[in-house]
């Protein structure tokens, strides 16, 4: 019996071949591996589809099988299963990423005796317009944190330290008109240019 591989074990890009080489050959299509520099080729009538391994989704994966769009229409990543979450952050970013480049992602799984293979995406247009607009609402608070900072104190690249938004600088604002002023009320604070957001800031 064969050794079960661990997903943190080291595999090689060519072990990838052979569990996807049996899924599509069960579906009917041609495999072929290394053509013409593509990793493998499947075919069935018109049908042409090219994958390109590697053991994990890296830049040089991604540009080589944008390279092989030129050839087809469908072509997809193969990597092995990554060891973190397909519900994380990093998974979630990665696929979007892949969707944007009409690119078909699959996943190869060495946990059981028996390789799986699991198509994460299929290749299919990606809708530029549909996204802008399911994200309307992020680009509009984009532009708001824009327009409620009046001061530049972030350096770019700042990762895991303190940052300043416009939400502090209102605060800081308010603090100091009743620092000024002494007590006031919202009406008479939002007079002095504190703001719409003043009474809740506030509260």
């Not at 009917?28 to 290394?34: A, F, I, L, M, S």
């Not at 991604?62 to 092995?80: F, S």
């Not at 990665?94 to 290749?123: A, Q």
């Amino acid at each position: 019996m064969e050794q079960i591989m661990k997903e943190s074990e080291r595999i090689w890009e060519t072990q990838l071949f052979q569990p996807i080489y049996d899924y599509f050959e069960k579906l009917g299509y041609e495999v072929h591996g290394e053509v013409k520099d593509c990793d493998i080729t499947v075919s069935k009538d018109d049908e042409l589809i090219i994958i390109e391994l590697k053991r994990r989704l890296n830049l040089d994966l991604l540009i080589q099988a944008v390279k092989r769009q030129r050839l087809a229409e469908d072509v997809y990543i193969a990597i092995q299963k990554p060891n973190y979450s397909i519900f994380s952050r990093k998974w979630k970013d990665l696929c979007f990423l892949v969707r944007r480049l009409e690119l078909g992602l699959i996943t190869v799984s060495f946990k059981e005796e028996t390789p799986e293979v699991d198509i994460i995406l299929h290749p299919s247009p990606f809708d530029r317009e549909k996204n802008r607009r399911a994200t309307k609402k992020k680009a509009k608070n984009l532009i708001s944190e824009i327009e409620g900072r009046h001061g530049n104190y972030n350096v770019g690249g700042s990762a895991g330290k303190k940052l300043m938004t416009a939400y502090k600088e209102n605060v800081i604002q308010i603090a100091c008109c009743l620092q000024k002023y002494g007590q006031l009320a919202p009406k008479e604070l939002r007079a002095l240019g504190t703001g719409k957001k003043t009474l809740s800031i506030l509260n």
